[in-house]
C-alpha cells in the first residue's frame, strides 16, 4: 500500500541522509590516520567537534524553519478597516469589542492560530485607523495567546477592475494606464486582469513616480512588519494570497518576486513567512500547472517558509479536490517547504453568469454545507499529511450568504455567538489533535 510521506518526515529524512554521508567521511578520515601518530587524538577530537557543531546548527535552523511540534490550527478572520475597498463601504458595524470578544471565544475552543485577512488598498483608503486595527488585533492575539498569520489578501485583483466583489491592489497601479480600465473584470477570465498580472510578474507595473510594484509592494509590508513584529502572538506574514497566473512562463517570474519579497522582509523579521498558490487552479489549464511548476515559486531562501493552499473540497479517493492536492503535496516534497492549509471549507459550484457577464462556476451558496463527519475528515486528512498548519474559512461580523463560510453571528447589541459550523470545527480539531488542543 501507498503511503502519502509526511512533510516533516520528508524533510527530517533529507537531513538524516546528509549527516550520514558526513558521518562517513570522519569515519574514513579516523580509518585514515596511523595509530602511532602523535596528533591522532587531537585531529579526531577536531573532526568530531566539527561535525557536532554542523549537526547541532543544523536541527536549530530546521526546528526553527518547520515548527515540527507545533501545528497551528484555527479560522480565517477578517476586520473592518483593513478590508475596506477603496470603491465601496462595508455596510455591516463592527462591534467596539469584536476582536476581543472573538480571540477569547477561539482560545477557550482550544485553537491556537488565527488566519487575518488585510488588502493592501485598505490601507490606502484610511492607513491611520487600517494601523490601529491590526494593532487591536495583536493585542487581543497576545492577551489570549493565539498565534497570527498577517495575510495580504487579494480578490479579483482589485476593486478598481471589479467594484462589486474585487478587494486588492491600490488604484494608483491602474487608474494612469488605458489598459487597465475600471470595472472592466479582475478575475483571471479578464482581459485588463490578465494584462495587468502579466505586466506585475515582469516587474514593469508602476506608479505616477516610476517606482515599480514591487518595490512599493515591499514597503507596504515593512510597514506591516514594524507595526506587528515585536507582539509576541505574531506568528508571520503571507507576502500574496492566491496571485494569477496566466502563462506558462510566468512560474519562474513568481518566484523571483517571492525571492525578492522574501529577501526584503527578512531585513525587518525572522518570523514565518508564507508565500501562495495561484489561480486559477485548473490541473487541465493552459498554464501547465505541475508540481514542478509549483515548485519554482518558491523563494530561494526557504529558511521559516510555508506554502499556502486553499482546498474547498474533500480530497476524498479518485476525486478532482484528491489530484488538485496530490499536486500541492509534491511541489511541497520537491522545495521541503511545508504545506499550510490557510484557507478551506467544503462547497457547491454551478455554472452561472457572475456581475461581469461572464459564464464562470461560482459556489451556490444554498447548496453548500459542510457536515460533522465531513469536517472531521477534512481535519484527519490534512493531520496525515503532517500539514503545518489550518484555517478554516471563516470567522466574520458581516452576514454572508454561503452559510457554513461564517462560525458566528453578531447580535444587535454587538454579542457574538457561535453557530453549529463552529461547533463541528471545535470537535473536528478535538478528535485529530486531542493532546494539542488547550494548551
Not at 577530537?45 to 543544523?58: D, H, K, Q, Y
Not at 491592489?169 to 477570465?189: M, R, V
Not at 506558462?248 to 527578512?266: C, H, P, S
Request: proline share 4%.
Amino acid at each position: 500500500m501507498n503511503k502519502k510521506l509526511n512533510l516533516n518526515e520528508f524533510n527530517a529524512r533529507e537531513m538524516a541522509g546528509n549527516y550520514f554521508i558526513m558521518l562517513i567521511f570522519i569515519l574514513n578520515q579516523m580509518h585514515s590516520i596511523s595509530l602511532t601518530r602523535p596528533f591522532v587524538s587531537s585531529k579526531l577530537v577536531l573532526l568530531i567537534v566539527i561535525f557536532t557543531l554542523l549537526l547541532t546548527n543544523s536541527f536549530v535552523l530546521y526546528s526553527h524553519g518547520q515548527e515540527t511540534n507545533q501545528i497551528f490550527f484555527g479560522v480565517n478572520m477578517k476586520g473592518y478597516h483593513t478590508s475596506m475597498p477603496q470603491t465601496r463601504t462595508i455596510g455591516s458595524i463592527m462591534p467596539a469589542n469584536y476582536f476581543d470578544d472573538s480571540f477569547k471565544l477561539i482560545s477557550e475552543a482550544g485553537m491556537n492560530h488565527v488566519r487575518f485577512v488585510f488588502y493592501w488598498e485598505s490601507y490606502e483608503r484610511d492607513p491611520t485607523n487600517f494601523m490601529l486595527e491590526l494593532q487591536s488585533v495583536a493585542e487581543a492575539a497576545d492577551k489570549y495567546n493565539v498565534n497570527v498569520m498577517y495575510d495580504n489578501h487579494q480578490f479579483h485583483t482589485s476593486s478598481w477592475f471589479n467594484p462589486q466583489r474585487g478587494t486588492g491592489f491600490p488604484s494608483f497601479l491602474f487608474q494612469d494606464n488605458p489598459s487597465y480600465p475600471a470595472g472592466n473584470g479582475g478575475g483571471p477570465k479578464y482581459a485588463p486582469a490578465k494584462a495587468w498580472w502579466t505586466a506585475w510578474w515582469n516587474r514593469s507595473v508602476t506608479d505616477i513616480n516610476g517606482t515599480d510594484g514591487w518595490t512599493l509592494h515591499a514597503e507596504f509590508l515593512k510597514k506591516i512588519v514594524d507595526t506587528l513584529d515585536s507582539h509576541k502572538s505574531t506568528l508571520g506574514y503571507e507576502i500574496l494570497s492566491e496571485p494569477q497566473v496566466h502563462s506558462a512562463d510566468q512560474w519562474e517570474k513568481i518566484g523571483k518576486y517571492n525571492t525578492f519579497m522574501v529577501n526584503e522582509l527578512r531585513k525587518l523579521t525572522s518570523k514565518v513567512l508564507a508565500y501562495s498558490m495561484n489561480i486559477p487552479v485548473d490541473l487541465k489549464s493552459p498554464i501547465n500547472l505541475t508540481p514542478e511548476n509549483l515548485a519554482k515559486m518558491s523563494p530561494q531562501n526557504s529558511t521559516n517558509i510555508v506554502f499556502k493552499i486553499s482546498i474547498y473540497g474533500l480530497p476524498t479517493e479518485s476525486s478532482y479536490q484528491q489530484a488538485r492536492m496530490n499536486t500541492f503535496l509534491k511541489a511541497s516534497n520537491i522545495t521541503g517547504v511545508p504545506l499550510y492549509i490557510g484557507e478551506w471549507n467544503n462547497v457547491l459550484r454551478e455554472q452561472t453568469i457572475n456581475e461581469e457577464g461572464t459564464s464562470v462556476f461560482e459556489i451556490n451558496p444554498f447548496e453548500s454545507d459542510i457536515s460533522q463527519q465531513e469536517a472531521d475528515l477534512f481535519v484527519k486528512t490534512f493531520k496525515d499529511l503532517g500539514i503545518w498548519g489550518l484555517a478554516y474559512w471563516k470567522w466574520d461580523f458581516v452576514s454572508l450568504q454561503t452559510p457554513n463560510f461564517n462560525l458566528i453571528s453578531v447580535a444587535d447589541n454587538g454579542d457574538i455567538t457561535t453557530n453549529k459550523y463552529f461547533r463541528q470545527l471545535k470537535i473536528a480539531l478535538e478528535t485529530n489533535y486531542q493532546n494539542q488542543t488547550n494548551q
